[in-house]
């Protein structure tokens, strides 16, 4: 067990190392208990633009029951926290955050919602809704579909990556939600308290296994996704992030957002630096790593993330470096227990995503 955002929680579970819980769910089934993540409703009529103020996605031209990853953002465009929003009507949005973020997210809705109800009417105004101590089970890879099929008459082949939907699950009415942070195809299944142990004892039978913080890592990490803390902060931008995509088509010219004038630069003159991905020879190389120019002592970045990849065989890497230096097939040195290997700047995902999207 391991300290993880005020919660203990496990690195693996029983003797099942992480090599072998990766490998589980890239093969077959894995599940994970992710109900530390803070799971929010908000509500109201003007409930769209209150969240479109608060993040740069085109939350307007989101379909009912579509989710889309989005970001909070501070004046400076710097990243709060990345999110999940989810519409369920022009009124209703469900939201998860990072439980890590928990203290600084709430605070900044709280803040950011008693300046935005301030002066409107009783009927404009946005309410928000922590659901506390409700359960959050993430099923994922490629049995993950047949296994859940199993428990529910509701077809999941309607349900393509990045949807949700109320499904009964042996008597339970549950929000699903068809995506995760593996790279596998998924569900996450938010649950209330007091529902929660008996839907988990559904969902961890066999071929199901239960998976833990240690693979969880890896597996993102193979999937090309961040990790908030190691590869996004406060300092970071979307832009600088590679996340650019999930900025609104029209709102990178209309604005709008909190940091709008700061991201709008960046989106016409270019970032400083960017986020990508490395293969690194010989030992993995870790957070806080940092990058140079091959053969030379000019230092053009830093490693944020890195692992051995269960899957490759490789030693994969993310991490910033300058703008110039940031090509696929380019070429550095990384400096890991004081000596410089040579790393290969490679396109993410390392491993190609399964997502069912129909």
């Known amino acids: 067990m391991v300290p993880f955002a005020g919660y203990s929680m496990p690195l693996s579970y029983g003797d099942v190392g992480q090599v072998a819980s990766h490998s589980h769910v890239r093969n077959s089934v894995g599940i994970f208990d992710v109900g530390h993540m803070v799971q929010s409703n908000f509500r109201g009529t003007t409930v769209t633009q209150f969240l479109e103020w608060l993040t740069p996605s085109s939350l307007a031209q989101l379909k009912p029951y579509s989710s889309t990853l989005s970001v909070l953002l501070n004046t400076q465009g710097g990243i709060i926290d990345d999110t999940i929003v989810t519409k369920h009507s022009e009124n209703a949005f469900y939201v998860v955050t990072n439980a890590g973020r928990r203290k600084e997210d709430l605070a900044w809705f709280a803040q950011k919602l008693e300046e935005w109800n301030a002066g409107k009417r009783a009927d404009e105004a946005v309410e928000h809704q922590v659901l506390e101590n409700w359960g959050l089970l993430a099923l994922q890879g490629p049995e993950a579909a047949s296994y859940l099929q199993s428990l529910t008459s509701f077809d999941l082949q309607q349900l393509t990556f990045g949807t949700s939907a109320f499904v009964p699950i042996e008597g339970f009415n549950l929000h699903v939600a068809r995506g995760g942070y593996t790279g596998e195809d998924g569900f996450e299944v938010s649950i209330p308290p007091s529902q929660t142990v008996e839907v988990a ?158």
């Open 201 to 358: 004892t559904l969902l961890s039978k066999p071929p199901v296994q239960l998976i833990g913080l240690g693979a969880r890592d890896s597996l993102r990490l193979e999937a090309g996704m961040c990790l908030y803390g190691n590869d996004l902060d406060e300092t970071t931008t979307p832009v600088e992030a590679g996340l650019s995509w999930v900025i609104g088509k029209d709102r990178k010219v209309s604005g709008g957002f909190i940091g709008a004038d700061v991201i709008q630069k960046q989106l016409k003159d270019g970032p400083t630096r960017r986020r990508v991905g490395l293969v690194v020879d010989g030992a993995p190389a870790r957070q806080g790593a940092k990058i140079f120019a091959p053969l030379g002592q000019e230092e053009i970045g830093v490693i944020t993330s890195g692992i051995p990849s269960p899957t490759l065989g490789k030693n994969i890497a993310m991490g910033y470096i300058k703008s110039g230096w940031h090509k696929k097939g380019t070429e550095v040195e990384v400096e890991v227990r004081k000596q410089r290997r040579k790393a290969v700047l490679t396109p993410m995902p390392f491993v190609k995503p399964n997502y069912w999207r129909g």
